[in-house]
């Protein structure tokens, strides 16, 4: 396909991102789409969440229908696990200034978010934590000295702009939450419908090669 941009607007906490996964890593398959991601901070700042039974009440019914629309993995020890911790704090900034870092030393900024997707819907692990950050990088085989340093690099204020940006590409191509996915061609914009695709990973690849 011509030279093209796939704009993926997400949270590593938004389950809906999750669901739509497998659609994003079929489309960095494809020769001449380059994939752009835009942390959206669903829970940063003053949205940042400690787990709660109300929090688990609430995500548990979305978690269930991904589940079954999709075929997306949700592990017991994330149901049973991770959404029974009150010790555990959902904070989407550390999560995408991992991401942004290892996108920025080696490209694996998709590699990465998904495996903290895994990590937290498959394992039930605290993706937000620094422990855990570093012992995901360590696995796709990133330098822990130059991970650090890139890590660092990303300072809070560089983190919180790259959120404010991803929230004004999303209020400017009308997007109404996470994930949202445009394509952008030659300058021209055009938002991607993902409803029923959902699951369908084939049919989204062939729908993007036309």
């Not at 590593?12 to 489309?27: E, I, N, Q, S």
């Amino acid at each position: 396909m011509q030279q093209a941009t796939l704009h993926y607007i997400y949270d590593p906490f938004c389950g809906w991102c999750y669901a739509a996964a497998p659609l994003v890593h079929v489309a960095a398959s494809l020769p001449g789409l380059h994939i752009a991601l835009h942390g959206g901070g669903m829970m940063a700042g003053a949205n940042r969440q400690p787990v709660t039974d109300a929090l688990r009440r609430y995500v548990i019914p979305h978690d269930q229908r991904i589940a079954a629309l999709t075929g997306q993995p949700f592990g017991d020890v994330y149901f049973d696990g991770l959404l029974r911790d009150a010790g555990a704090v959902f904070d989407s900034e550390p999560p995408i200034a991992a991401v942004l870092a290892a996108e920025s030393m080696a490209g694996r900024g998709l590699a990465l978010l998904e495996r903290l997707q895994r990590a937290h819907y498959v394992e039930g692990r605290r993706i937000a934590e620094p422990a855990a950050l570093v012992e995901l990088t360590t696995e796709l085989g990133l330098d822990q000295a130059e991970f650090s340093a890139a890590l660092n690099a990303g300072s809070e204020g560089k983190v919180l702009r790259h959120i404010a940006a991803s929230r004004e590409l999303l209020a400017r191509v009308g997007g109404q939450g996470f994930p949202t996915l445009v394509l952008e061609r030659g300058g021209h914009f055009e938002r991607l419908e993902l409803g029923a695709y959902l699951g369908s990973p084939d049919a989204w690849l062939a729908m993007l090669c036309q």
